[in-house]
């Protein structure tokens, strides 16, 4: 089990893991939980601006707008709060920068969209495909943020914390072996003691709270309140469907 940042991270675990965990707590993969509990397929997209229109109509589904664009009309953006006040769509589009750019750069590649509201629940299914060890290794890529008005990676502790948590799920059903990294990240996650306050005193935590919205914050630390395991398949996050043995199957959107 291995532990990467960003996008670049992504790129170079994928072609060897069996699986790919995305967690960017704040709020891209919390999002996908809400949307996908609720019965709603993701469509991952990078960019709010360059053709996601386009896309959402090739898809017949709607998508999402900035926080600040939300309407009666497109009532759908990346809060989580906002999702749930939502009609819930059949099919959503939801661009972000980070987890989703990320998603979107993999291929070939079963990828999870993990946050603390489903930690439990992604490592679970993992662990049931046979997935954690060394001939089928799974890899958890902390998404992280980006300097303002720079291309570059911002570390993200909430993403670490919601990593952390996933590996000591996973170690405790007997993944592994534990890279340095994932160990590193395990032990943050246990020793912290009080998630939800690190997570609400963290950077993001109180960007997003200045900016009005401490609720998606809220919903962020609903620690293992979700149950569905989101999993991409042909471009879409749909929940986890399981067969009698709980071998994996292809969701459907």
């Known amino acids: 089990m291995r532990v990467e940042w960003g996008p670049d991270g992504a790129r170079v675990l994928a072609p060897r893991s069996a699986a790919l965990v995305v967690v960017d707590v704040l709020s891209f993969t919390t999002a ?12 991952p997209y990078p960019s709010r601006t360059d053709g996601v229109r386009e896309f959402a109509a090739r898809h017949g589904a709607v998508f999402a707008v ?4 939300v309407s009666p009309e497109q009532p759908w953006s990346l809060s989580p709060a906002a999702l749930r ?3 819930v769509p059949r099919r959503l589009v939801l661009p972000s920068p980070n987890g989703s750019a990320i998603t979107a750069s993999v291929t070939g590649t079963p990828v999870v969209a993990a946050c603390l509201r489903n930690a439990s629940a ?3 299914w993992l662990t049931r495909q046979g997935w954690g060890s060394a001939d089928r290794p799974i890899s958890i890529i902390a998404a992280g ?4 008005g720079a291309d570059t990676l911002r570390p993200a502790v909430e993403d670490w914390i919601g990593a952390g948590a996933v590996v000591s799920a996973l170690a405790a059903a007997g993944a592994g072996p534990l890279s340095p990294e994932a160990a590193a990240a395990a032990a943050l996650h246990h020793g912290i ?10 950077a993001s935590g109180r960007e997003l709270a200045a900016a009005g919205f401490a609720e998606d914050v809220a919903i962020a630390v609903e620690i293992d309140a979700g149950t ?3 999993v991409r398949t042909d471009g879409v996050f749909t929940a986890a469907e399981e067969g ?10």
């Not at 509990?37 to 993701?42: F, L, N, P």
């Not at 943020?145 to 303002?148: S, V």
């Not at 003691?193 to 963290?202: I, M, Q």
């Open 85 to 87: 006040r939502a009609p």
């Open 193 to 202: 003691g009080d998630v939800a306050r690190y997570v609400t005193d963290c």
């Open 228 to 230: 569905a395991v989101p």
């Open 145 to 148: 943020e980006r300097w303002p």
């Open 122 to 124: 992604v490592a679970a």
């Open 66 to 69: 900035g926080r600040r664009a």
């Open 32 to 43: 996908v939980s809400v949307a996908v509990d609720a019965g709603t397929a993701v469509f």
């Open 244 to 253: 009698a043995r709980g071998e994996f199957r292809p969701p459907r959107a």
